[in-house]
Structures are given as structure tokens and as C-alpha cells.
T-cell receptor, first 116, second 115 residues
Framework: GENVEQHPSTLSVQEGDSAVIKCTYS??????FPWYKQELGKGPQLIID???NVGEKKDQRIAVTLNKTAKHFSLHITETQPEDSAVYFC???????????????WGAGTKLIIKP | DGGITQSPKYLFRKEGQNVTLSCEQN?????MYWYRQDPGQGLRLIYY???????QKGDIAEGYSVSREKKESFPLTVTSAQKNPTAFYLC??????????????FGPGTRLTVL
């Protein structure tokens, strides 16, 4: 089955600098890659996503890139601010082996710390 | 206000007891999901439901049970058969299961501790 690896587990950057979080996946059948942000004591919230027919997507300070050949995708946050501090999860949508449905396979998460 | 609510926020249980976690949504979503979150790990799917009166096992369904009698409700029971139940439990919903493209909306979670 699909496996998603996420790095680093913790990332500390100076306010105003950029942050990059990387994920790799194993199954080339995966076709949708969302990124979620989880603030302390809350559930994850979608911040950006990308489909396999697109190489890059940008939304203000946040961007995601996808390299299908290498099977990796990355989250880029520019001009980081204190409110960007959170845990970020990547995921890959993969067809389930046992039935015809799809399932999100999640990375282990990256704790992003923005230093003032 | 539209959204997903989970209750309680914190739950303590003695070993050997069953406990039920509540999840309610007023987003009119067809699909609902239960995930388990452990430190240093990603979310793992316990059960999901695409429609009322139907649900499917996820990757770690052993020791858990669910029901989907109403569209807006998807309670999860953690039974005494679950060997390591202490974890953070997240409920989510999406518009329709379809191909899975749809955004999943999460509740605030329930932290279960077995004493």
C-alpha cells in the first residue's frame, strides 16, 4: 500500500524567512495531495492542495510543488509570521486495495516554529 | 454556525470499559470519517461512512465500532478489545465520498485517556 514520509519532523525558522516541508510517496497511483495545518487543540484544516496533472500551485504566501517522476511534493511558506506556527500534515489520495474507494494516507507531521 | 462538533473534549476511562465518542455535523455532508492521532504519527483511518446506514473499516478498525443511523451523526465506540486506546480521536466529514477529492472538515477532537 501507499506510504507517505514527511520531513523534517520539526522546523524552526526566523520570522520573515521561508519554510519548506517535503513529503515523498511510494505509489504512483496517488493523484491528489493536500496539505493541512493543525493548531494546538484543534482539528487539521486544509490550506492548499494539488492534483497530479499540475506541477505547482500558489495561494498568497503558500505554494505547493509536485514532482510526479520523483514522487515528492513540497509545501513552501514565504515571509513567515508567528501565526504560521503549527503542525503541518501532508497527505496523498490513494485507491484502496480492498474496494473501489479512495483513502488519504497521511504523513507524520512537521512542527513549524516561527521565532520572533 | 456550520461545522463539526465532537464531545467530550477530554475523556477518561478505566480499563475494561467501553466508551462512546460523539461526532455531529450540520454541513449536510454525506461522508464522515474517524481518525486516530498518536504523537509523531500521521492520522490513521479507523472507520468511514459514505452514506447513512453504511460504513467501512479503515486500517485500524480492530477494537472499535461505529453506527450511522442519521446523516449528521457518526458515533465511535472504543471497546475493551482495543489494546491501546489512549489517543487523540478526530472526526471529519466531506461533501461526498466520490473520488475523494473533496476537502475533509475536521472537528476539534477528543482526547481519550485510559487509566
Amino acid at each position: 500500500g501507499e506510504n507517505v514520509e514527511q520531513h523534517p519532523s520539526t522546523l524552526s525558522v526566523q520570522e520573515g524567512d521561508s519554510a519548506v516541508i517535503k513529503c515523498t510517496y511510494s505509489d504512483s497511483a496517488s493523484n491528489y495531495f493536500p496539505w493541512y495545518k493543525q493548531e494546538l487543540g484543534k482539528g487539521p484544516q486544509l490550506i492548499i492542495d494539488i492534483r497530479s496533472n499540475v506541477g505547482e500551485k500558489k495561494d498568497q504566501r503558500i505554494a505547493v510543488t509536485l514532482n510526479k517522476t520523483a514522487k515528492h511534493f513540497s509545501l513552501h511558506i514565504t515571509e513567515t509570521q508567528p501565526e504560521d506556527s503549527a503542525v503541518y500534515f501532508c497527505a496523498a489520495l490513494n485507491p484502496r486495495e480492498r474496494d473501489s474507494n479512495y483513502q488519504l494516507i497521511w504523513g507524520a507531521g512537521t512542527k513549524l516554529i516561527i521565532k520572533p | 454556525d456550520g461545522g463539526i462538533t465532537q464531545s467530550p473534549k477530554y475523556l477518561f476511562r478505566k480499563e475494561g470499559q467501553n466508551v462512546t465518542l460523539s461526532c455531529e455535523q450540520n454541513l449536510n455532508h454525506d461522508a464522515m470519517y474517524w481518525y486516530r492521532q498518536d504523537p509523531g504519527q500521521g492520522l490513521r483511518l479507523i472507520y468511514y461512512s459514505q452514506i447513512v446506514n453504511d460504513f467501512q473499516k479503515g486500517d485500524i478498525a480492530e477494537g472499535y465500532s461505529v453506527s450511522r443511523e442519521k446523516k449528521e451523526s457518526f458515533p465511535l465506540t472504543v471497546t475493551s478489545a482495543q489494546k491501546n486506546p489512549t489517543a487523540f480521536y478526530l472526526c471529519a466529514s466531506s461533501i461526498s465520498p466520490g473520488t475523494g477529492w473533496n476537502e475533509q472538515f475536521f472537528g476539534p477532537g477528543t482526547r481519550l485517556t485510559v487509566l
